[in-house]
């Protein structure tokens, strides 16, 4: 059973407008949000994370939104740049003693195009 | 900055080998985790220490064991290689406590013929 879902395998955007990337997870224990990037051949990059006492947390271009009741969350990149072109991991983590654990999403391929 | 490298990039072993892929972390973190990615699945989890010489399986285990004799190492063994493990192999470590950011190695391509 899938407890974090990425619905959309890949997204097409055009430079300079925003991605909106989304995440639902079925866990009401998990209390703590995280986005990866990943390019190919490379380990994933830890982005931004969300604890679930917030409904946004921003940093820069990364904002990451989080509708608890919904049990949505998403990631938003404005402006949007070629570089940003890469997999995009969500993953949640529970509260309590398995927090270190992290269940990810099968990731969106987001692709930024000139 | 976290640095977590692995001890190769690229892999080829043949069926039936035994395969170590060595992981070390130079930020004195507790927890250290095992993944392994395929297309379409994902991150899976195939086993992960929170100390010294203390494993838990993870998600996926079947076929692997790991190894932590020293804080900074973490390695994983493939007993008896099979086709069905070739995939990206990627290591990953974090701080015990509220923070539970992990921080990734560059991954291994281990391709079994």
């Known amino acids: 059973d899938q407890q974090v879902k990425q619905n959309s395998p890949s997204l097409s955007v055009q430079e300079g407008r925003i991605s909106i990337l989304n995440c639902d997870y079925t866990?009401?224990?998990?209390?703590?949000f995280l986005w990866y990037k990943k390019y190919p051949a490379e380990g994933p990059t830890f982005l931004i994370s969300?604890?679930?006492?917030?409904d946004k947390n921003e940093d820069g271009r990364f904002t990451v939104f989080l509708n608890k009741s919904a049990k949505h969350l998403s990631l938003h990149i404005v402006p949007s740049q070629p570089g940003d072109s890469a997999v995009y991991f969500c993953?949640?983590?529970?509260?309590?003693?398995?927090?270190?654990?992290?269940?990810f999403g099968k990731g969106t391929l987001l692709t930024v195009n000139p | 900055d976290v640095k977590v490298t692995q001890s190769s990039r690229y892999l080829v072993k043949r069926t039936g080998e035994k395969v170590f892929l060595e992981c070390v972390q130079d930020?004195?973190?507790?927890?250290m985790f095992w993944y392994r990615q395929d297309p379409g699945l994902g991150l899976r989890l195939i086993y992960f220490?929170?100390?010294?010489?203390?494993?838990e399986k993870g998600d996926i285990p079947e076929g692997y064991s790991v190894s932590r004799e020293k804080k900074e190492r973490f390695s994983l063994i493939l007993e008896s290689a099979s086709t069905n493990q070739t995939s990206m192999y990627l290591c990953?470590?974090?701080?015990?406590?509220?923070?539970?950011?992990?921080?990734f190695g560059p991954g291994t391509r281990l391709t079994v013929t």
């Open positions: 990953a470590s974090s701080l015990y406590g509220s923070r539970r950011e992990q921080y």
């Open positions: 866990n009401s224990m998990f209390d703590y």
């Open positions: 969300i604890s679930s006492i917030k």
């Open positions: 993953a949640a983590s529970e509260s309590g003693g398995s927090n270190y654990k992290l269940t």
């Open positions: 930020m004195d973190h507790e927890n």
């Open positions: 220490s929170y100390d010294v010489k203390m494993k």
